[in-house]
């Protein structure tokens, strides 16, 4: 996918999260997300904190021992924006093409698409994904040796998706949609739960 394709995604992506996120009662806000130890509203008020840069990110990273998940989720966490500020931070991120200090381009859209499950699956909304973003980001998880870690914990299986071309791994074929693929390669969802195809291919892509 290349760069301008990839950020109309984003931009697309935080249009809609803002919406979403204006319509959520309080106690829907309050709702624990799939992120654990995350609510709903922790989540929506993360997603506008891709613009950290150096002089925010460092010192909280020396502050919680680089334990990056822990430093992530008490950032948000202690963020005081309210929900509708956060809708209007998603807003005016529209057109910015910064990511998150040390990572890549394409790291809002894992987020944007990411997040945007943790939010609504425990709402019980379904948050359709654009096939071709989802693949661009199982990719990029797939190829990641951090923090996901998406090859080690699916040895011996071959990720083939039912909707976008897209093929990754060895060994016993697993077929589902690439937003069920994307969501297992991020940890949300066990390989198990997805559907094993009936055939024997065990032909490789290293994706």
Not at 27 to 53: I, K, M, N
Not at 113 to 130: A, E, F, N, S
Not at 158 to 180: C, K, L, M, W, Y
Request: glycine share 6%; proline share 6%; aromatic share 6%.
């Amino acid at each position: 996918m290349d760069s301008d394709t990839l950020w109309n995604h984003v931009d697309e992506q935080r249009i809609d999260l803002a919406a979403l996120i204006e319509s959520l009662s309080d106690e829907q806000l309050g709702t624990p997300s799939l992120c654990a130890g995350w609510t709903v509203r922790d989540v929506a008020v993360h997603l506008t904190q891709s613009h950290a840069d150096a002089r925010q990110v460092i010192p909280e990273a020396i502050r919680y021992g680089f334990r990056f998940n822990t430093m992530i989720r008490n950032m948000a966490i202690r963020d005081r924006t309210t929900p509708p500020e956060a809708a209007q931070k998603l807003r005016a991120m529209v057109g910015s093409r910064r990511h998150p200090f040390g990572t890549n381009e394409r790291a809002p859209l894992i987020d944007s698409l990411l997040h945007g499950q943790d939010i609504t699956v425990p709402l019980g909304i379904d948050r359709p994904m654009p096939v071709d973003a989802a693949a661009a980001a199982a990719q990029e998880i797939w190829d990641m040796t951090f923090p996901f870690f998406a090859r080690r914990h699916n040895r011996g299986l071959r990720f083939v998706a039912t909707d976008v071309d897209f093929v990754a791994g060895s060994g016993r074929v697993v077929e589902a949609p690439i937003r069920e693929v994307l969501m297992c390669f991020s940890g949300r969802v066990p390989a198990s739960s997805l559907h094993p195809s009936d055939g024997s291919d065990s032909g490789s892509r290293a994706g």
